[in-house]
């Protein structure tokens, strides 16, 4: 696990959630933690993890994810049985 990686980890399942976290870190960590990800409509992009599914919202002006976003991104991730990297 690269040191990227497990920031933008812990700013996603910390109880503040940055607003500052780009799109490609959140696909990149994704990737790393064996996730499959397909494009959808429009910019929707599905994520399978663990056996679980989520619909994820590509930015379009920016790249930087939005807050409630990243909640359910971390409430995902806890369901999918990530607990620590």
Known sequence: MSKKHEKIYKSIMGH???SNIHWREVESLLHHLGAELHESKGARVVVH???????????????????NELHQLGQFLSVAGVTSL
């Open 16 to 18: 503040h959630t940055s």
């Open 49 to 67: 993890l663990g056996g679980k599914e989520i619909t994820l919202h590509h930015p379009h002006q920016g790249s930087t994810m939005g807050k």
